[in-house]
């Protein structure tokens, strides 16, 4: 071999023993066209076992697959995919089968779905994939978490976890970062500042609205602590209107739907004789009013339009002198309103006696002297002198 080629030879090991580049050129920029590989996706009854070991072929990802995951998959695809777009169309295939993905930071956990929320799971960050299974706290600045649960709660899968904290008014979410996604966007939709005090009419159809009122302010203290440790935006306030037998309601928002749903619950037929009273009565006679409220309350009846002899009745107990009424809500509120008008005591005059006895000689023991204008004339019996 000739001396020029053992130097050329002798120069080449020493640059790969060095390990330096065989270029000279280091101000090379990569190619604006490259473009991540793609390939086509297009798998029919497949296992998903052997659909994982794709996804971290292609991903290079590490996936570490729990004993239960079993089954086989369906993926169609018409055109080719990047691995990033790889990785979420595996990720929302293990949602559809009833599986999910936890990221653990070395690795992934693909795990039935119904385990994933008590796992492992990271919190919820602005580089999680759509399909990774998060935890993520909500706070909810204006609207009450607790109703929101029986909001969005019917519109998560059913292995999601949605839970509200009282004490900071947040919500608590498990599940894929999509669905929290979604999550966040309704919130911001339902969360607004509503605290504009407004009233509201809500008629009573079974019940006493008197009474359902006593009832609700007795809880709204209860709840609050007293009336006068309710805050502001919490202060909600009852007003009886005996003639529609309705109750109107002032306060926020989300207040006033709380009472609506109470009222909702206590305004309900009785069984039996629910809307029937007996009324004691202290100055009149009972005998006296039943005419009187008979005759009111047949009036009411066919003003309303609801001339029904069989709701409404009142009868009279002498040896008690008490009322029995059976009648409407709203009818007996207005006979029991006028019951109270007329069963007050009437004005009297108190007359006073004294009884006292006398002997003959109580007029020397009074000083009383019998007679008129000859008081000094020397007849002093009383009488006329001769």
Do not use: C
């Not at 490259?34 to 798998?43: C, D, G, H, S, T």
């Not at 295939?93 to 693909?110: C, M, P, Q, R, T």
């Not at 759509?130 to 978490?145: N, P």
């Not at 009233?199 to 709204?220: G, K, M, N, R």
Request: charged content about 20%.
């Amino acid at each position: 071999m000739p001396a020029v080629n053992w130097a050329l030879l002798l120069l080449l090991a020493v640059f790969l023993m060095s390990g330096a580049p065989m270029y000279a050129q280091t101000d090379v920029k990569p190619s604006k066209e490259a473009q991540p590989e793609k390939f086509v996706l297009n798998m029919r009854e497949a296992d998903i076992r052997g659909f994982i070991q794709w996804t971290a072929d292609r991903t290079q990802r590490n996936i570490i697959i729990h004993r239960n995951v079993r089954g086989n998959v369906t993926v169609i695809s018409s055109q080719a995919v990047t691995p990033e777009e790889a990785y979420e169309l595996f990720l929302t295939v293990l949602e559809l089968n009833g599986f999910s993905a936890v990221d653990i930071g070395s690795a992934i956990k693909v795990i039935p779905a119904a385990e994933a929320k008590s796992s492992d799971i990271p919190f919820f960050g602005n580089h999680t994939n759509r399909g990774d299974i998060v935890i993520a706290i909500i706070h909810v600045q204006h609207a009450d978490a607790s109703i929101l649960v029986g909001t969005l709660k019917p519109l998560m899968p059913a292995v999601a976890f949605l839970s509200a904290f009282a004490n900071t008014n947040a919500l608590i979410v498990a599940d894929s970062a999509a669905s929290i996604e979604k999550i966040r966007h309704l919130i911001r939709i339902l969360d607004v500042d509503d605290n504009k005090i407004d009233l509201e009419i809500i008629p009573v159809t079974h019940a006493s609205a008197q009474d359902i009122v006593t009832t609700l302010t007795t809880v709204v203290q209860a709840l609050s602590g007293g009336a006068s440790a309710q805050r502001p935006d919490d202060k909600v306030t009852f007003v009886v209107d005996k003639r529609s037998n309705s109750i109107l309601v002032t306060g926020v928002v989300k207040k006033r739907q709380q009472m609506k749903m109470l009222i909702a619950k206590l305004d309900t037929p009785l069984e039996g004789d629910g809307n029937t009273q007996v009324i004691y009565l202290n100055y009149i006679e009972a005998s006296e009013i039943v005419p009187i409220l008979k005759s009111v309350g047949d009036s009411v009846l066919k003003d309303n339009k609801t001339d029904d002899r069989t709701s409404f009745s009142i009868e009279s107990s002498e040896t008690t002198n008490a009322l029995i009424i059976s009648a409407p809500p709203a009818l007996l509120n207005s006979l029991r309103s006028i019951i109270t008008q007329l069963d007050i005591q009437r004005a009297q005059v108190l007359i006073e006696a004294v009884i006292v006895q006398v002997n003959g000689d109580a007029s020397d023991d009074f000083g009383v002297v019998w007679g008129g204008s000859d008081l000094y004339e020397e007849n002093r019996t009383g009488g006329w002198a001769p």
